[in-house]
């Protein structure tokens, strides 16, 4: 069982294509203003042009919330232990059913946990990975706010209960408490379906421990992190990076939060540029 996902090109090209994973609580578009970015350093560098894709993961933007049946077993707390992995393999058949056998993804926060369950379960279609502020590891009892949270989504029918992430708190970047970045975390956030919103927290809830999925990548990794991101942060990501080894390079970033390619998409659109440039030396 596969899920529908909304595929957004948003460069054509030849060779492997360079596929962004969503954070939660936006969609795909989160990523359009580093892709930019990506393009035109990777143009000035002289690489061939490769796609680059930002797909809307299942319950975001386009793409629909899957469905209770499609979503597998539903633990007794309201958790989708399967759905995760069936994503993972949605991933994979975007990227068969246009021809190509591996992809380098990134994915941020969330987008994480789906491209490290993908390496789990599909290392032969990974090229390269970047890992930017996430964590592999499974959220346990410490996750039940998830589940408030999508109880509270499907209750109100509304998106008010993630329009937090639009709000700056003290201690937070520079850019997150700036308008442009409130107008336009609040603008894709209105955007969204409660339904998808309720439904990606119940997966991430169910996913499985990914604790040690990290340390077994062996291909190009570029792990990232923001400063001031409080989950995610270098004390987090640097060791991760540490436990992959020699071939993850690990970019921190001054005054930034959560959003890292929303914050400063030209900082990680460097990060993946390397990256892309190291699968390509790896397959040569």
Known sequence: MTFTIHNRILREGTGTPLVLVNAYPVDGRMWIECAKRIAALADEQGFEPFP????????????????????GRRAENGSYPDALDRMAESYVDLIRAAGHDKAVWAGLSMGGYLVTDLYRLH??????????DTMASSDGVGGEPRLKTSDACEAT????????????????????????????????????NPAGLAWRQRMTYGRTELAGVPETMDVPVAVVSGELDPTSNPSVMGPLAERIGANAVFTPIPDCGHFSAVEHPDT????????????????A
């Open 52 to 71: 680059i894709w930002a797909p809307d993961m299942p319950g975001s933007g386009e793409s629909p919330a899957p469905s209770d049946k499609e979503s």
């Open 157 to 192: 029918n509304s998106v008010e209960p993630v329009m937090h992430f639009a709000k700056p708190a003290e201690g937070d970047s520079t850019v997150k408490k700036s308008q442009p970045f409130i107008d336009q975390m609040t603008a894709w956030i209105n955007d969204q």
């Open 123 to 132: 290392p032969e279609a990974v090229a390269a990975i970047a890992l930017c």
């Open 268 to 283: 990680v659109a460097r990060a993946l540029v390397d990256l892309v440039r190291r699968a390509n030396e790896e397959r």
